[in-house]
């Protein structure tokens, strides 16, 4: 299923493509295809190069593995999150390892990882759902996550599906409803808070 973004301006065709369904199919994803997406997430920005991201990555095929994982998400989203091929769970390092200093950026630098990641998705014909909805506590049990560290997010990846297979209406419409963003005066922003900045009346 394509939902293309109707962007105001040119933007890269990946881009425009990119987006996260709940509904998917039941073709497992190709290791090469898996390993592709973590390169891409490995090449991306980070503050002094610093790569604080982590992931965990189980395969559906994996029963044991993949249910532990499944376990980590809420509930609502562990309904629809179950049909996809690959689950990941994210943590992040919060400090430097040159120095131990706190490290400020370690959210925005899985973020930047999680992008990569999800527009190599893309370009290969896969989707990637990020979910908040986690039990941070379960992962750091579960996966033994030691001090330092901070569980994050969760992904569901794999190739689209049926979206009538959506056990919740409220799935279901989102799945068919058209994506939209807020305008750029919403936030971008010149000399002061909510001016828009004049870049856009260029």
């Known amino acids: 299923m394509e939902k293309p973004a109707d962007a ?3 933007i890269l065709d990946v881009i425009k493509r990119r987006w996260s369904p709940r509904a998917f199919g039941d073709r497992p994803v190709e290791p090469h295809k898996m390993r592709c997406l973590l390169e891409a997430a490995r090449w991306a920005a980070s503050s002094y190069n610093e790569q604080p991201w982590r992931f965990m990555v189980v395969r559906k095929s994996e029963e044991a593995a993949f249910e532990k994982a499944l376990s980590c998400l809420v509930e609502a989203n562990q309904a629809w999150a179950r049909d996809a091929a690959v689950l990941l769970l994210t943590a992040t390092k919060t400090t430097f390892a040159k120095n131990d200093k706190p490290n ?3 959210q ?3 973020g ?3 992008a990569n990641l999800s527009l190599q ?3 290969m014909g896969l989707f990637v759902h990020q979910m908040a909805g986690i ?3 379960k992962v750091r049990a579960a996966y033994q996550v030691p001090d330092g560290y901070e569980p ?3 992904a569901a990846i794999g190739y689209p599906g049926d979206p009538g297979s959506l056990s919740e209406d409220w799935m279901r419409d989102a799945e068919q409803a058209p994506r939209t963003r807020h305008p750029m005066p919403q936030f971008v922003f010149g000399e002061t808070w909510e001016q828009p ?4 009346d260029a």
């Not at 900045?197 to 856009?200: E, I, K, T, Y």
Request: glycine fraction near 0%; charged fraction near 20%; hydrophobic fraction near 45%.
């Open 112 to 114: 930047l990882a999680m």
């Open 152 to 154: 994050q997010t969760a």
């Open 104 to 106: 400020h950026v370690h």
């Open 197 to 200: 900045a004049p870049v856009l």
């Open 121 to 123: 998705a893309t370009a």
């Open 135 to 137: 039990d941070r506590d």
């Open 8 to 10: 105001d301006y040119p």
């Open 108 to 110: 925005h630098d899985l």
